[in-house]
């Protein structure tokens, strides 16, 4: 017996909620706390936000591959099907800059804690059922390789992605369940239901709809940001400010001392005269007016809200020493630390991206899994340390016959399954001999050394103590 879920059993969803008769579904927009274009606005300006942005982007979507999905097949199936449903999957990400637009969702993601991705597509299974319907219909024979080419040649553009901007984008919902996503572009209204859009939130918090981005959280950093490099490029370009000013309080304008002042303050500017010693005769008052430490009077303050935007996404520190410079220092240790910590998000990400896209669109229309590589450069010494570690691990459950299966192996040593052939495991252990010797002679110089050994071992008991005694 089937149980169905009522509307009214579900949970509600925090975020306001006002039935209205001017929608024709009976409902209002869900609003956000902030304005999402406001926020982009000042992200766009501040170099940090977009450096941190895409650092986050194409450490997620890595190098991608495609993987056939299992799947029980019907008739007589190509010996190459797993080949070529992965070339159609390759072919599609290339004909439709996958990764541009992934790399696009990936940055609205990040930068305001939501990405939408719009998708069409036609299923095998539905072009199955029409074509058998019609061909019947008409009198035809129906033939399974004969569709296979028309999905492959006809139908191989029909499936597609296409982003839509969060910041144009709207949640409509009844209260306990998303209702229809709208598209607002200065003032046109595009309306898709939820089996069109994928939703991917950064953050899910406190039960509402939208997605939640640290970008929001550090909004007034981002503003603070800008304010200071705004106050620094006014002065800058509200310049002309003169570096010093000699006040003669006792002398006219064009008195002998003023004139031979000036003369020789033009003197001390040409580069032979530079840092020289000046004598000047009567009362002299000097005000410094253009002072270097003005410039920078808010650099302290600018790297500390440039480390608290960081550190909001787990950055390490050593990926922006650049921007923090000497006033940020770190161990060894510490940066370890903090890389692996950096690289688990990282992959948490990237699962989160593959689950979502693989439910609903490549293993639905495409009959692939999409996933993106998880090597990072540092890892690269990991994953061979990792395999050394555990292949006697790997042997010690072979020589106890545990029943594990190869794909174990293949987890445990981290083995690319682009790399794996068809076949199994060979599960033998060849077990030294009781001298320390190996079952077979080892190549090289030391080869005499083992046959002679050989022969000393083969020897009566006898005759060895016979020789040892004399």
């Known amino acids: 017996m089937r149980i169905e879920l009522k509307a009214q059993d579900r949970p509600l969803m925090n975020t306001p909620y006002f039935p209205s008769s001017s929608y024709s579904s009976g409902f209002m927009m869900t609003p ?5 274009k406001d926020l982009m606005w000042w992200i766009k300006r501040t170099p940090e936000c977009i450096g941190i942005g895409r650092r986050i982007a194409m450490d997620i979507i890595s190098n991608i591959s495609f993987n056939a999905v299992e799947k029980p097949l019907t008739g007589r199936p190509s010996k190459n099907y797993k080949k070529e449903v992965e070339d159609k999957a390759k072919s599609f990400a290339k004909n439709n800059n996958l990764r541009e637009k992934l790399t696009a969702a990936v940055l609205d993601w990040v930068f305001t804690g939501d990405s939408y991705i719009w998708y069409t597509g036609v299923t095998d299974e539905k072009v199955k059922e029409v074509a058998s319907k019609y061909y019947k219909e008409f009198g035809l024979q ?8 028309i999905i492959d040649d006809d139908l191989s553009g029909k499936s597609t992605l296409e982003i839509l901007p969060s910041t144009t984008t709207e949640i409509r919902h009844d209260g306990v369940k998303v209702i229809k996503y709208v598209q607002n572009v200065f003032g046109q209204e595009k309306t898709f239901s939820p089996d069109e859009i994928m939703h991917f939130r950064f953050m899910f918090m406190d039960g509402n ?12 950093t981002i503003q603070s940001l800008g304010w200071i490099k705004d106050y620094s490029r006014n002065y800058f370009r509200n310049g002309g400010v003169p570096d010093m000013i000699f006040k003669l309080p006792k002398e006219m304008a064009g008195s002998p001392n003023h004139e031979a002042l000036v003369q020789t303050i033009q003197k001390y500017k040409e580069m032979q005269h530079k840092h020289g010693n000046l004598v000047v005769t009567g009362e002299l008052e000097i005000d410094e007016l253009n002072k ?3 410039d920078m009077e808010f650099r302290q303050y600018a790297i500390y809200l440039t480390g608290c935007l960081a550190f909001a996404f787990n950055m390490p520190a050593d990926i922006i020493s650049s921007i923090l410079g000497v006033d940020i220092k770190g161990t060894a240790v510490g940066s370890d630390i903090e890389d692996a910590g950096y690289n688990r998000n990282i992959e948490q990400s990237q699962q989160y991206w593959e689950d979502l896209l693989n439910s609903q669109f490549f293993n639905k229309f495409l009959g692939v899994d999409i996933s993106f590589n998880r090597t990072y450069m540092q890892d690269k010494i990991r994953v061979t340390q990792n395999r050394a570690m555990n292949v006697p691990f790997a042997e010690f459950l ?3 016959n545990y029943p594990i299966s190869d794909e174990f192996i293949h987890e445990l040593l981290e083995i690319p399954r682009e790399y794996l052939k068809e076949g ?7 077990m ?7 079952a077979k002679p080892m190549q090289g110089p030391n080869q005499q050394n083992y046959a002679n050994q050989k022969k000393r071992e083969q020897q009566p008991q006898g005759n060895i103590q016979a020789n040892t005694g004399s």
């Open 292 to 294: 270097w430490n003005k």
């Open 424 to 430: 199994t495991i060979k599960r033998e252990i060849e």
């Open 209 to 220: 709809p939208y997605g939640f981005s640290p970008m929001a959280a550090s909004a007034g």
């Open 432 to 438: 030294p001999q009781a001298g320390g010797l190996p």
């Open 142 to 149: 129906f033939k399974e390789a004969k569709l296979k080419g």
């Open 398 to 400: 072979f020589k106890h």
């Open 32 to 36: 956000r706390g902030y304005s999402v």
